[in-house]
């Protein structure tokens, strides 16, 4: 098939793959010493240029969990410093940004040199994360939820809700749930 990552028993890096995993060859990952795993589920599809970032595994929980069925697109970063779980069939747009982890920002000198700061990210199963869409760490996306592409997620999102924007708000819900009363009122 053109253009679909070829089945492979393993690849560099990832200490567990499920069955019939497509990862395509120019699948990239970042770790260093000895902290974390990457494990993915059955039937994962990881295309061109995704990047699994574990760093150096000194995050409170780092890891990088993938359910069986997911997508990743192309051109996907993956960080799982701050520990990244991804449900079972899910879809990862091109070019999504899940950062679990981050500098500090306070004080006067280069940001560099601040102490990184972390938090875990859930995404849950049957979730979509829009191509460009950027979750930060310590965000929860619940089940089924959509987050469109380009939104910026700073905080949970709620199972079936769909967000949108910078930072992202909630639109709506899927399958006919509404909007709470205060919700519809200040849409007017």
Known sequence: MLGIPDIVTHHPGIDALGRDCRIAATVTVCRFGDGGRIVLG????????????????????????????????????????????????????PHAMLLSAGHAIEGRGPVSANPLTYGPIRIGAGAWIGAGAVVLEGVEVGEGAVVGAGAVVTRNVPAGAVVVGNP?????????????????????
């Open 42 to 93: 059955d039937r994962v599809s990881l295309y061109e240029g995704v990047r699994l970032v574990l760093g150096d595994g000194r995050g409170p929980a780092p890891g990088l969990t993938i359910g069986s069925g997911t997508i990743v697109n192309v051109h996907a970063y993956l960080s799982g410093e701050g520990g990244l779980e991804i449900g079972a069939d899910v879809l990862v747009g």
């Open 168 to 188: 992202a708000r909630l639109l709506h819900f899927r399958g006919g749930r509404r909007l709470p009363w205060w919700r519809r009122r200040l849409r007017r």
